[in-house]
């Protein structure tokens, strides 16, 4: 089945730092890729939809300039979450579809800024 | 905007019962209905539903989609304490986009 490899799994960095993530898919083409946070005992909520050679589409109330997002290729997106702080603590996770129904998720990032 | 409300948020079982855990959503351009457990880490696959009136199973687990009343319902039969977890259901686009539920917690008491 289709694969999504999502890495690092679990980073931790200072405040004011940047931190990358990256959502490859394995073997399938992805047009476009998702990306989501989930924040501790709540549901994962969609931030921005990443659109291969194009502008990211982000969210209400989701800070593009905070959150690059880059879809270089079909099968790489990468999530930089910049100038960290403690608040942007969270679970990233990517999630990409394959042919005309399939979603697949990746592995997810724990993110603590400290 | 699209939404999807999950009930109930929490439930409490002893092994061996029977859940029937609910989805309701309003997804514009909806193309499926999609169930996810979630324990520690990133989500696991359970059903995909594209089609209304046809259940799906796997071993223990069911679920079936009405996309005249906009819902979903998930069943667990003869429950196991493995089966404790979020249990995410999610509105999918034709485009791919997913709208999560805010999940139903589920605790299964030996």
């Known amino acids: 089945g289709a694969v999504v490899s999502q890495h690092p799994s679990r980073v931790i960095c200072k405040s004011g730092t940047s931190v990358k993530i990256e959502c490859r898919s394995l073997?399938?083409?992805?047009?476009?890729m998702f990306w989501y946070r989930q924040f501790p005992k709540q549901s994962l909520m969609l931030m921005a939809t990443?659109?291969?050679?194009?502008?990211?589409?982000?969210e209400q109330g989701v800070e593009k300039d905070k959150f690059l997002i880059n879809h270089a290729s079909l099968t790489l997106s990468t999530l930089t979450v910049t100038s960290a702080h403690p608040e942007d603590s969270s679970f990233y996770i990517c999630?990409?579809?394959?042919?005309?129904?399939?979603?697949?998720f990746g592995s997810g990032t724990r993110l603590t800024v400290v | 905007e699209d939404k999807v409300v999950q009930s109930p948020l929490s439930l409490v079982v002893h092994e061996g019962d029977t859940v029937t855990l609910n989805c309701s959503y309003e997804?514009?351009?909806?193309?499926?209905l999609l169930w996810y457990k979630q324990e520690k880490k990133a989500p696991t696959f359970l059903f995909m539903l594209t089609s209304s009136g046809i259940e799906k199973k796997s071993g223990r687990l069911s679920s079936i989609l009405d996309k005249k009343e906009l819902f979903s319902i998930l069943n667990i039969t003869a429950t196991q304490t493995g089966d404790s977890a979020v249990y995410l259901c999610a509105g999918g686009t034709s485009y791919g986009k997913l709208t999560f539920g805010q999940g139903t917690i589920l605790t299964v008491h030996p």
């Open positions: 990443s659109n291969e050679g194009s502008k990211a589409t982000y």
């Open positions: 997804v514009t351009n909806f193309r499926s």
């Open positions: 999630s990409a579809m394959e042919g005309g129904y399939g979603y697949t």
């Open positions: 073997d399938f083409q992805a047009t476009t």
